[in-house]
């Protein structure tokens, strides 16, 4: 789980500010609608210590690109732009001994129904600590993803997390580390803030993102890595009672890497032998031990 902290220092406005100077005026329709659009990106030590790159960092760029697109919030930063942006904060707040994430967001902070709309990219950024996620316990939430059509699960706003927040706290009361989100057919959709891995006779599944989950990096880098090991991977709908007689469950996205799912409901899960494996060979990945195209390392 992240801990939220307090850095010492925010990116906003194109430069660096104190974290207590880093404010929006209440006016903002980023506060009045819950209008922005964000990613989050992990940044990790490389296994000898001699540097730390940002994960995925072009993908991440593009998703942002996409939603601000969708959203109708004007965002013309050129990536290397963007790049650069990540790179002072992180070169300010970055510890030798701690792996970090960064969520860049784009808030609206002037404009009425989407006329006249001003943005800024602000960054903040979070130390973590070095390890593999513990594994989790994972329950169903009662509360469903909505359509494309209703709230876009494509677009990583902030209003999509509105479900996901009444989702985790319905879980938490019921002793859950986190709970799946069905989508309107009743057929699993996403978690919280990850998704979902099943494996079914020897085959990795996963549900398309049609099924009203975000978009997902780290679910491609997964299917990367399970083509270079030879390991079936597919995406097709999963329906709920899958989870219950599912092989091994994880879930998986940027923060939550790979977290195995050792309760599931009232189940103890048998042994993730092969979603451990894959978890071992995303950190692998991630600390430059080996290549994965899909998992470009950018130095800061
Ligand atoms: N679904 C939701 C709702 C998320 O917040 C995330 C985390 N960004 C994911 C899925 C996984 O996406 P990614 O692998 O790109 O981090």
Known sequence: MVKLQKPAFAFMNGKLVPWDEATIHVGAPA???GISVFEGIKGYWRHDESHLALVALRP????????????????????????????????KLL?????????????ALEGHWGIDT????????????????????????????????????????AANYQMG????????????????????????????????L????????TPPSTEACLESITVNIIESICASH??????????RTELRIADELALTGTLTEVAIVQHFEDREMPEARLLSHLRDEYFACARGLKENSLMPLTPV
Not at 101 to 107: C, K, M, S
Not at 118 to 137: F, G, M, R, W
Not at 230 to 236: D, E, K, L, N, S
Request: glycine share 6%; hydrophobic share 40%; proline share 6%.
């Open 31 to 33: 506060l009045i609608r």
């Open 60 to 91: 991440h760029y593009d998703r942002l690109q996409r939603s601000a697109m969708l959203q109708h919030l004007p965002f013309s930063m050129s990536y290397q732009e963007f790049a650069d942006a990540c790179f002072t904060i992180v070169r």
């Open 95 to 107: 510890s030798q001994d701690r792996d970090l994430w960064i969520r860049p967001t784009l808030f």
């Open 118 to 157: 001003v943005t800024d990219l602000v960054i903040t950024c979070y130390n973590q600590e070095k390890k593999a996620p513990d594994p989790i316990s994972l329950g169903v939430s009662t509360w469903q993803r909505p359509i494309d059509t209703a709230l876009p699960y494509r677009i990583k706003s």
């Open 165 to 196: 927040r009444l989702a985790r706290i319905e879980g938490r009361r019921q002793g859950f580390h986190d709970v799946i989100m069905l989508n309107q057919q009743g057929r699993v959709a996403e978690a919280t803030g990850s998704c979902v």
């Open 198 to 205: 099943i494996v079914r006779d020897g085959a990795v599944l």
């Open 230 to 239: 030879g390991i079936p991977f597919h995406r097709r709908p999963i329906d």
